[in-house]
Every structure is written in structure tokens, then in C-alpha cells.
């Protein structure tokens, strides 16, 4: 069964710091680009985060530009979104994604089922 498992969410104080994976099954990372997207309720879903199949390329939503950092373990078929100085508005369920090719650009082949992560006092 080919599928992307999302874990590291959960309930964090502003200003805190959470991981998340998203790891592979039944198939090899190399060869996909990933991106992590979040939706909040009532709210459109957003792409957060994206890196090449290589590494060597990533891009960030404004909005996360320099609190968080992705980054991938192909050895392990995982990616990470590392998030830190979370405000509440970071709440939302997040979900990692994957298309074939070395490019973030076009239609995304597999989803996980999300993880939570909640910014709240």
C-alpha cells in the first residue's frame, strides 16, 4: 500500500517548537518532491513548504519564512518540517504531499491523512 504518514503534531505554546515527519510506505522518496500544506477551519488549504527530490531546492509561504526549515532523509524515505516561534496562527491540520519529479510544480500523487498542530496558551 503506497501512502505518506504525517506525526509530530500536537498542542504547543506560542513561541514554541514542533517536528513533523512524513514518511513513505511502499514506495522510494528519491524520486519525489514534497510539500507540506496546512489547512485552518474555515479555511482554503495553503502550501507551507516544498522541497526537490534532490534537496538541493526549497521554498517557503511567507508566512513561514525563517521559523521554519525543511528538510528530508531520503536514507530514512522521510521529510521533516521543523517549526519554530509558532504564533496561533500556525494552527491548522498539515499534510505532506508528494509529486514525481525533481520540480514542487505540478500535480501532487499522494497525501497523507494530516497531523494536528495546535499554537494555543
Known amino acids: 500500500q503506497l501512502q505518506l504518514v504525517e506525526s509530530g503534531g500536537g498542542l504547543v505554546q506560542p513561541g514554541g517548537s514542533l517536528r513533523l515527519s512524513c514518511a513513505a510506505s511502499?514506495?522510494?522518496?528519491?524520486?519525489?518532491?514534497i510539500g507540506w500544506f496546512r489547512q485552518a477551519p474555515g479555511k482554503e488549504r495553503e502550501g507551507v513548504s516544498c522541497?526537490?527530490?534532490?534537496?538541493?531546492?526549497?521554498n517557503y509561504a511567507d508566512s513561514v519564512k525563517g521559523r521554519f526549515t525543511i528538510s528530508r532523509d531520503n536514507a530514512k524515505n522521510t521529510v521533516y518540517l521543523q517549526m519554530n516561534s509558532l504564533k496561533p496562527e500556525d494552527t491548522a491540520v498539515y499534510y505532506c504531499?508528494?509529486?514525481?519529479?525533481?520540480?514542487?510544480?505540478?500535480?501532487?500523487?499522494?497525501w497523507g491523512q494530516g497531523t494536528q498542530v495546535t499554537v494555543s496558551s
Open positions: 522541497i526537490s527530490s534532490s534537496g538541493g531546492s526549497t
Open positions: 504531499a508528494a509529486v514525481y519529479g525533481s520540480s514542487c510544480k505540478g500535480e501532487y500523487d499522494y
Open positions: 511502499g514506495f522510494t522518496l528519491d524520486y519525489y518532491a
